[in-house]
């Protein structure tokens, strides 16, 4: 029985540790998806030129790609949602980009929290 709970106390713990660690991740894939939805916002607009644009885009998925390789719980919640945002297209709407920045946030808020 003791053993059980060293195990499970254990399993807790590490669980922990990588939310905690992976929250840098949660930050990054945040920020980028807002930063995202921006540009294109701008984009569409005509404030922005078609190679900045480009570029950003391309920032932008190289950003989250790192993020989503990078966070140590692929079944988290967070990591659904970072793969959720680095699946949309490069000229998604802004408001499809932002309500992913949104959600990571409520998650990254939980992990500070936690």
């Known amino acids: 029985m003791r053993h059980m709970l060293l195990l ?4 807790l713990a590490s669980c922990s540790e990588g939310r905690e ?3 840098q991740y949660v930050s990054k894939a945040r920020s980028l998806g807002a930063e995202w939805a921006l540009v294109n916002e701008q984009a ?3 404030k922005l030129t078609q190679s900045y644009t480009q570029t950003m885009r391309k920032a932008f998925h190289e950003g989250l790609t790192t993020a989503s390789s990078s966070v140590t719980q692929q079944n988290a919640d967070y990591a659904r949602e970072i793969r ?8 998604a709407a802004p408001a499809t980009l932002r309500a992913h920045a949104d959600r990571l946030k409520q998650i990254e808020d939980n992990l500070e929290s936690a």
């Open 8 to 11: 499970c106390a254990l399993l």
């Open 44 to 46: 569409s607009a005509g």
């Open 84 to 91: 959720a945002l680095l699946a949309e297209p490069a000229d």
């Open 21 to 23: 660690a992976d929250l």
